[in-house]
């Protein structure tokens, strides 16, 4: 039986190719950046190559890692909150990742937090951003890991208060052009298929500060997987893209009780979140495991936590029922027609299965 | 879960019942009863604060009141659609 991954937004399986990066990585940099001896120095040259070549992909002028995604954020928090007292500022739809930094980043460095209001969309609400009239360090996604859902424009609010930004691009890099209003840009390499261990912090200016990540194996593989999926991305956008109109626009005509969020123009090309009524969403993600199609789902019921998406419940949406569908840049088209088709039958049958079939 | 029925009131115990189960309750007696009845949904799965909502604006019910209690919310839905829509 033929899988697909389609829980792509955060991270993607890692191909042979990449795989093969990091065994030779693993063999040329086993030793540690800070030995003093020729085998030290060929690890430190690596990860320094590789930090390079990161910025210069993100339009920045350096770039550093961090062991995961939550420490990337805060060593870039702490990178600028160093430097200005300035009060913390993200949104309700931002990641747990960044909620939790900020909110241990203001009581660490003593400054005030906000988690500002988002409209119905999951932007940031535009009476909410107008209230911010002194200077702040915003710490915000570029696009939304669930919902897809492009930030504003924060250009001019930043011009104009002379605020700082820490954008949070992990999902949307590849996927949509960089805007220019950020300094500090976090990037996750597992969203193009590197392995976990180096998330990444690009600055705008300045230099990097001191560090001792050690991952160099990881590193090395996140630059190169880095260079092959910013060149495939063009292709990648537009064929996403097709495919997340078609999967939204079946689904709506060939299920009642829908509601999808992602996929409109605006959006990253590959997000879509489809919430359906009357299901049991472990039910309807085990169903179509089963059937080769993995996928996220945001409803309690299906999460760890026991807590429903706090992305879907800001924006006003259904949480039950919830599948996350983030495409890999490499599906084809029968897998889109066949995943359409599951995702209708295991609906059917759960409905069928719970008698909730004629609501 | 229990239901009693006023004169146009349902109540639709769903204390217990976890996601999706308290909206699945609510549209059953949406079905169920007479159109503009007053459908009353008592749930304690906190889920049901963000779901009922939106199970309101995807079928066009009006959720008239949201009561937190001690141990459980108390939601009252109108099936009719407000007017001028």
Same mark, same amino acid.
């Given at each position: 039986?033929?899988?697909?991954?389609?829980?792509?937004a955060?991270?993607?399986?890692?191909?042979e190719?990449?795989?093969r990066?990091?065994?030779t990585?693993a063999?040329r940099?086993?030793?540690p950046?800070?030995?003093?001896? %020729?085998?030290?120095k060929?690890?430190?040259?690596?990860l320094?190559?590789?930090?390079?070549?990161?910025?210069?992909?993100?339009?920045?002028?350096?770039?550093?890692?961090?062991?995961?995604?939550?420490?990337?954020?805060?060593?870039?928090?702490? %990178?600028?909150?160093q430097?200005?007292?300035?009060?913390?500022?993200?949104?309700?739809?931002?990641?747990v990742?960044?909620?939790?930094?900020?909110?241990?980043?203001?009581?660490r %460095?003593?400054?005030?937090?906000?988690?500002?209001?988002?409209?119905?969309d999951?932007?940031?609400?535009?009476d909410?951003?107008?209230?911010?009239?002194?200077?702040?360090t915003?710490?915000?996604?570029?696009g939304?890991?669930?919902?897809?859902?492009?930030?504003?424009?924060?250009?001019?609010?930043?011009?104009s208060?002379?605020s700082?930004v820490?954008?949070?691009?992990?999902c949307?890099?590849?996927?949509?052009?960089?805007?220019?209003?950020?300094?500090?840009?976090?990037?996750?390499?597992?969203a193009?298929?590197?392995?976990?261990?180096?998330?990444?912090?690009?600055a705008?200016?300045?230099?990097?500060?001191?560090?001792?990540?050690?991952?160099?194996?990881?590193?090395?593989?996140?630059?190169?997987?880095?260079?092959?999926?910013?060149a495939?991305?063009?292709?990648?956008?537009?064929?996403?893209?097709?495919?997340?109109?078609?999967?939204?626009?079946r689904?709506?005509?060939?299920?009642?009780?829908?509601?999808?969020?992602?996929?409109?123009?605006?959006?990253?090309?590959?997000?879509?979140s489809?919430?359906?009524?009357?299901?049991?969403?472990?039910?309807?993600?085990?169903?179509?495991?089963?059937?080769?199609?993995?996928?996220?789902?945001?409803?309690?019921?299906?999460?760890r936590?026991?807590?429903?998406? %706090?992305?879907?419940?800001a924006?006003?949406?259904?949480?039950?029922?919830?599948?996350?569908?983030?495409?890999?840049p490499?599906?084809?088209?029968?897998a889109?027609a066949?995943f359409?088709?599951?995702?209708?039958e295991v609906v059917?049958?759960?409905?069928?299965?719970?008698?909730?079939?004629?609501? | 879960?229990?239901?009693?029925?006023?004169?146009?009131?349902?109540?639709?115990?769903?204390?217990?019942?976890?996601c999706?189960?308290?909206?699945?309750?609510?549209?059953?007696?949406a079905?169920?009863a007479?159109?503009?009845?007053?459908?009353?949904?008592?749930?304690?799965?906190?889920?049901?604060?963000?779901?009922?909502?939106?199970?309101c604006?995807?079928?066009?019910?009006?959720?008239?009141?949201?009561?937190?209690?001690?141990d459980?919310?108390?939601?009252?839905?109108?099936?009719?659609?407000?007017?001028?829509?």
């Amino acid at each position: 039986m033929s899988r697909f991954v389609l829980d792509c937004a955060v991270c993607r399986p890692v191909n042979e190719e990449i795989g093969r990066w990091l065994a030779t990585s693993a063999q040329r940099a086993w030793a540690p950046a800070v030995a003093g001896y %020729h085998e030290g120095k060929v690890s430190q040259a690596l990860l320094a190559q590789s930090a390079a070549t990161l910025a210069q992909l993100a339009g920045g002028a350096v770039a550093w890692f961090a062991p995961d995604p939550a420490l990337a954020l805060r060593s870039a928090v702490a %990178h600028i909150t160093q430097r200005a007292s300035l009060p913390l500022i993200t949104s309700l739809v931002d990641t747990v990742a960044v909620l939790d930094t900020v909110h241990e980043a203001a009581a660490r %460095h003593g400054v005030s937090e906000q988690v500002l209001g988002v409209d119905s969309d999951g932007r940031i609400h535009p009476d909410a951003l107008a209230r911010l009239t002194q200077p702040v360090t915003m710490v915000t996604a570029l696009g939304n890991q669930e919902i897809g859902t492009l930030q504003q424009d924060l250009g001019p609010w930043k011009t104009s208060t002379g605020s700082t930004v820490i954008l949070d691009a992990r999902c949307a890099f590849g996927w949509t052009e960089l805007p220019d209003y950020w300094d500090l840009l976090i990037l996750d390499p597992r969203a193009w298929g590197a392995p976990a261990g180096a998330s990444v912090v690009v600055a705008r200016t300045g230099q990097a500060p001191r560090s001792d990540f050690d991952n160099v194996p990881a590193a090395v593989t996140a630059g190169l997987a880095g260079q092959r999926w910013v060149a495939a991305a063009p292709r990648a956008k537009e064929v996403a893209g097709s495919q997340i109109a078609t999967i939204r626009r079946r689904l709506q005509d060939e299920l009642s009780g829908v509601q999808i969020h992602g996929g409109e123009p605006d959006d990253l090309p590959h997000i879509l979140s489809v919430s359906v009524l009357y299901v049991d969403a472990e039910a309807v993600q085990t169903a179509l495991d089963a059937r080769g199609y993995a996928v996220g789902s945001g409803s309690a019921c299906a999460s760890r936590s026991g807590q429903p998406s %706090h992305v879907l419940a800001a924006i006003g949406g259904l949480t039950s029922g919830n599948l996350r569908i983030g495409l890999p840049p490499d599906l084809g088209e029968e897998a889109v027609a066949g995943f359409v088709k599951a995702v209708v039958e295991v609906v059917t049958e759960v409905r069928e299965q719970m008698g909730t079939q004629n609501l | 879960m229990s239901q009693s029925s006023e004169a146009e009131e349902v109540v639709i115990d769903a204390r217990g019942l976890v996601c999706p189960h308290p909206v699945i309750a609510l549209a059953q007696a949406a079905n169920r009863a007479e159109p503009g009845s007053r459908l009353v949904l008592l749930a304690d799965d906190p889920v049901a604060t963000t779901d009922v909502p939106a199970w309101c604006r995807m079928r066009e019910a009006q959720l008239l009141e949201v009561d937190r209690r001690p141990d459980h919310w108390r939601f009252v839905v109108s099936t009719t659609r407000p007017e001028g829509r």
